[in-house]
């Protein structure tokens, strides 16, 4: 699965939305994630790791935190 197309980034901080709201994909994602959870994404060609923090009640929108980026 992509991530990417769940993932936002403002400034230099990055946000994961499982509740992507573009016309390619109404649905969202059918898989649960929850505080803590470590992803791996792809940004600019560049993979990256981040952990997951809740930013509010729903569990459907999440800043990225410890972000690595993997060789």
Known sequence: MNLA???YKDGEEFFFDTEN?????VLGLSLDYEHGDRIIWKWDNKRYSGVLRSLGASNSL?????ITLLE
Not at 21 to 25: F, I
């Open 5 to 7: 197309d769940y993932i």
């Open 21 to 25: 709201y573009s016309e390619q994909n």
């Open 62 to 66: 999440f800043q990225l935190e410890k």
